[in-house]
């Protein structure tokens, strides 16, 4: 399985972007894709997830303000980020757990960047 993320870029703050993750290989029919982001000098955080059976689950500062989402004809996972503030600035990335084997595979990265 391979995860390839897009979409980053700068955005003045208050702008949207929309983040694109897409797998492939065989991922199966029971699963969890997920976003994290790092800044620079901190330690990689969760954004937000979603299940196979699309359940999102999101962190406090992403609640509200961005939404998770999946497209499973093509196995491409979506984060919609609105009203975006210069601490939203990082490199995210993209996240797979298959199941039963709980089997985890990670994106490259992909820049955010919110500044003035």
């Known amino acids: 399985v391979q995860l390839q993320a897009s979409g980053g870029g700068l955005v003045h703050p208050g702008g949207s972007l929309r983040l694109s993750c897409a797998a492939s290989?065989?991922?199966?029919?029971?699963?969890?894709m997920g976003w994290y982001r790092q800044a620079p000098g901190k330690a990689r955080e969760l954004v937000a997830t979603?299940?196979?059976?699309?359940?999102?689950t999101y962190a406090d500062g992403a609640e509200g303000r961005f939404t998770i989402s999946r497209y499973d004809a093509k196995n491409t996972m979506y984060l919609q980020m609105n009203s975006l503030k210069p601490e939203d600035t990082a490199v995210y990335y993209c996240?797979?757990?298959?199941?039963?084997?709980?089997?985890?595979?990670w994106g490259q990265g992909t820049l955010v960047t919110v500044s003035s």
């Open positions: 996240t797979l757990r298959t199941y039963p084997l709980r089997n985890d595979y």
């Open positions: 290989g065989t991922i199966g029919s029971v699963n969890v």
């Open positions: 979603i299940t196979s059976g699309g359940v999102t």
